[in-house]
T-cell receptor, first 113, second 109 residues
Framework: DAGVIQSPRHEVTEMGQEVTLRCKPI?????LFWYRQTMMRGLELLIY????????DSGMPEDRFSAKMPNASFSTLKIQPSEPRDSAVYFC???????????FGPGTRLTVL | DAKTTQPNSMESNEEEPVHLPCNHS???????IHWYRQLPSQGPEYVIH???SNVNNRMASLAIAEDRKSSTLILHRATLRDAAVYYC??????????FGAGTRLTVKP
């Protein structure tokens, strides 16, 4: 099993640009989570899906952030427009049930100039 | 959400046991105690979890106090590869997972 796959691994963009982060969960997992990690705030849950349906998006910082899960094998996290304070490592995780062990991807390091 | 309190950092010598404490005095009856760790430049990885009884797996042991207000993650023989940030997290059946600051474990050769 390849584990959770995230792309790109690194993204450098300029303020105001649209950024799209991608995640492929482990096959057969029904729950998918997006996290953000910064030195100042640590690891924060942004949103999670059960069976492709968003369950809790209370961690999404503001309207500039949106997440979709069009099918069981793919999810995106979009930031439009991006700002320097969005610079962070974004992790995607999946689990077979929302309360089960989560498997994390390698993360996407985003730098917004 | 119930909170956990962990020391910011701990040190251990290689091949010695490590006891990582976690206080969770406001734990509810349905909260599970989960431990994850994050190695440098990697995503977090699951270590162990439990509800009331002590638990063992190939990575570690989890000792849970009788009143469940504290727990201890035990690494029986620390290796250099165990150097990481260890997170103690409370999870209800229906709740998501909220990470705190964790304990940064340094293992000295």
């Amino acid at each position: 099993d390849a584990g959770v796959i995230q792309s790109p691994r690194h993204e450098v963009t300029e303020m105001g640009q649209e950024v799209t982060l991608r995640c492929k969960p482990i096959s057969g997992h029904n729950s998918l989570f997006w996290y953000r990690q910064t030195m100042m705030r640590g690891l924060e849950l942004l949103i999670y899906f059960n069976n492709n349906v968003p369950i809790d998006d209370s961690g999404m910082p503001e309207d500039r952030f949106s997440a979709k899960m069009p099918n069981a094998s793919f999810s995106t996290l979009k930031i439009q427009p991006s700002e320097p304070r969005d610079s962070a490592v974004y992790f995607c995780a999946s689990s077979s049930r929302s309360y089960n062990e989560q498997f994390f991807g390698p993360g996407t390091r985003l730098t917004v100039l | 959400d119930a909170k956990t309190t962990q020391p910011n950092s701990m040190e251990s010598n290689e091949e010695e046991p490590v006891h990582l404490p976690c206080n969770h005095s406001t734990i509810s009856g349905t909260d599970y105690i989960h431990w994850y760790r994050q190695l440098p430049s990697q995503g977090p990885e699951y270590v162990i979890h439990g509800l009331t009884s002590n638990v063992n797996n190939r990575m570690a042991s989890l000792a849970i106090a009788e009143d469940r207000k504290s727990s201890t993650l035990i690494l029986h023989r620390a290796t250099l590869r165990d150097a990481a940030v260890y997170y103690c997290i409370l999870r209800d059946f229906n709740n998501d997972m909220r990470f705190g600051a964790g304990t940064r474990l340094t293992v000295k050769p």
